[in-house]
């Protein structure tokens, strides 16, 4: 299974690229597959490519929900 998280663009670098945060870990993607990308916008990230430009709000649902998947996957294993 793939899976593609949501990213805080942070800055753009070279043509096309940029930094992005993926839940605390920095990490250079392309963007060649999306348009008018700015720092703060949040895209969805696979295999070093930014998919789509995601709504800020559906953006911090999603990673809120991984989150809390997280924590109850850990608080299971006690």
Same mark, same amino acid.
């Given at each position: 299974?793939?899976?593609?998280?949501?990213?805080?663009?942070? /800055?753009?670098?070279?043509?096309?690229?940029?930094?992005?945060?993926?839940?605390?870990?920095? *990490?250079?993607?392309?963007?060649?597959?999306?348009?008018?990308?700015?720092?703060?916008?949040?895209?969805?990230?696979?295999?070093?490519?930014?998919? /789509? *430009?995601?709504?800020?709000?559906?953006?911090?649902?999603?990673?809120?929900?991984?989150?809390?998947?997280?924590?109850?996957?850990?608080?299971?294993?006690?």
């Amino acid at each position: 299974m793939c899976l593609a998280i949501p990213a805080c663009v942070e /800055q753009l670098t070279a043509e096309n690229h940029a930094i992005v945060n993926l839940g605390g870990i920095r *990490k250079e993607v392309s963007l060649a597959l999306v348009e008018d990308i700015a720092p703060g916008d949040y895209v969805i990230v696979h295999v070093g490519f930014a998919l /789509q *430009k995601l709504d800020p709000l559906e953006a911090e649902h999603t990673l809120a929900m991984f989150a809390e998947m997280s924590t109850s996957s850990n608080d299971d294993s006690h």
